[in-house]
């Protein structure tokens, strides 16, 4: 299994996802659109604990060349495929999985919001496990001389999985379960999680793959609410006075805190977060420059094209020159 970079074909854009239940089975479709698009159709389940633990995972078969854009939140990301094929990435970070010859898994921590995509390919049968687990469930469990607490500092920071029988035989068994309604259900799917992440984490390593992995300084917990709405919110207006009323701040004391947190402030976070995801929209040939310059808040290209240069210091047309 490699992590490349790699030129995509254009694929249709979607937003966000969402699961809709149809008797036996369930579909994943398109959320966001004027017409919803089928993506999967299979059976999953999905399942949540502690509300810091995120269960996903099932087999489909997935039913259009398409291409998944979302955010990914402060987490330790588990991914297992048992059969298919399987592109992702987050941020800067691309993972490229083939169950051809036996099942494949990738460990990524997330220290920060970053860009999430996933390719769909039409046909393509797959079945796999994702576990998430929100950086408090494993602080609450971790002591000074964990050797996590290096791993988990590290912004995309990531290993490789080595798949010995019984944990594929953990995985397998999870990934065919329903998602639980009773009780007994629901405990013995925390069961087969909590022994699966006992053979991932007993994997942690000492030194990692961080690719362009960076330290992470945590804002204290009010900004990084505030970073993880505007993240989900970049495609609505977003302004000082909103965020500050959304979070009972004064104007001036959000401008304060986040400034200490990030050294930038709000405006500059949410620009630059807009233009940085416009960049890797035309870097992955899912937009044209127009669009992109609408995606990012601006009524202009022009306006566009001038403020993406003196971030990047390339004009967007060399990006999509590029591809």
Same mark, same amino acid.
């Given at each position: 299994?490699?992590?490349?970079?790699?030129?995509?074909?254009?694929?249709?854009?979607?937003?966000?996802?969402?699961?809709?239940?149809?008797?036996?089975?369930? #579909?994943?479709?398109?959320?966001?659109?004027?017409?919803?698009?089928?993506? $999967? +159709?299979?059976?999953?389940?999905?399942?949540?604990?502690?509300?810091? =633990?995120?269960?996903?995972?099932?087999?489909?078969?997935?039913?259009?060349?398409?291409?998944?854009?979302?955010?990914?939140? !402060? $987490?330790?990301? #588990?991914?297992?495929?048992? +059969?298919?094929?399987?592109?992702?990435?987050?941020?800067?970070?691309?993972?490229?999985?083939?169950?051809?010859?036996?099942?494949?898994?990738? @460990?990524?921590?997330?220290?920060?919001?970053?860009?999430? *995509?996933?390719?769909?390919?039409?046909?393509?049968?797959?079945?796999? @496990?994702?576990?998430?687990?929100?950086?408090?469930?494993?602080?609450? %469990?971790?002591?000074?001389?964990?050797?996590?607490?290096?791993?988990?500092?590290?912004?995309? &920071?990531? *290993?490789?999985?080595?798949?010995?029988?019984?944990?594929?035989?953990? =995985?397998?068994?999870?990934?065919?379960?329903?998602?639980?309604?009773?009780?007994?259900?629901?405990?013995?799917?925390?069961?087969?999680?909590?022994?699966?992440?006992?053979? =991932?984490?007993?994997?942690?390593?000492?030194?990692?793959?961080?690719?362009?992995?960076?330290? @992470?300084?945590?804002?204290?917990?009010?900004?990084?609410?505030?970073?993880?709405?505007?993240?989900?919110?970049?495609?609505?207006?977003?302004?000082?006075?909103?965020? $500050?009323?959304?979070? !009972?701040?004064?104007?001036?004391?959000?401008?304060?805190?986040?400034?200490? &947190?990030?050294?930038?402030? @709000?405006?500059?976070?949410? %620009?630059?977060?807009?233009?940085?995801?416009?960049?890797?929209?035309?870097?992955?040939?899912?937009?044209?420059?127009? +669009? $992109? &310059?609408? +995606?990012?808040? *601006?009524?202009?290209?022009?306006?566009?094209?001038? &403020?993406?240069?003196?971030?990047?210091?390339?004009?967007?047309?060399?990006?999509?020159?590029?591809?």
């Amino acid at each position: 299994m490699a992590v490349i970079s790699k030129k995509r074909t254009k694929l249709a854009k979607v937003a966000l996802t969402q699961k809709l239940e149809e008797t036996e089975k369930q #579909i994943i479709v398109s959320h966001g659109q004027a017409k919803p698009t089928h993506l $999967a +159709e299979g059976n999953f389940l999905s399942y949540q604990y502690d509300e810091q =633990v995120f269960i996903h995972g099932g087999h489909c078969t997935e039913l259009v060349d398409s291409h998944i854009v979302s955010t990914a939140h !402060s $987490a330790l990301l #588990i991914t297992i495929l048992l +059969e298919g094929t399987l592109s992702f990435g987050y941020g800067d970070l691309q993972f490229d999985l083939s169950a051809k010859n036996g099942p494949q898994g990738v @460990v990524v921590n997330i220290a920060k919001p970053a860009n999430f *995509y996933r390719s769909l390919s039409r046909n393509n049968q797959m079945c796999k @496990v994702n576990i998430l687990i929100k950086p408090k469930w494993l602080q609450s %469990r971790m002591n000074g001389n964990d050797r996590g607490n290096l791993f988990l500092d590290i912004h995309q &920071a990531f *290993y490789r999985l080595e798949l010995h029988q019984p944990l594929i035989d953990l =995985v397998n068994t999870l990934a065919h379960r329903e998602s639980p309604k009773i009780l007994k259900d629901k405990v013995e799917i925390e069961s087969l999680t909590s022994q699966i992440l006992a053979y =991932v984490l007993a994997q942690l390593p000492e030194d990692c793959d961080k690719g362009n992995s960076t330290a @992470v300084d945590t804002p204290d917990a009010r900004i990084e609410d505030v970073i993880s709405y505007i993240e989900t919110h970049l495609d609505h207006p977003l302004t000082l006075d909103k965020l $500050a009323k959304k979070f !009972s701040m004064s104007v001036s004391n959000l401008q304060r805190r986040f400034k200490q &947190a990030l050294n930038i402030t @709000v405006n500059e976070y949410i %620009r630059h977060r807009r233009l940085a995801i416009a960049r890797q929209h035309l870097e992955r040939g899912l937009v044209t420059i127009t +669009e $992109a &310059a609408y +995606e990012a808040g *601006y009524q202009h290209p022009s306006n566009f094209t001038n &403020a993406f240069k003196k971030l990047f210091g390339v004009p967007p047309q060399a990006i999509e020159k590029i591809n």
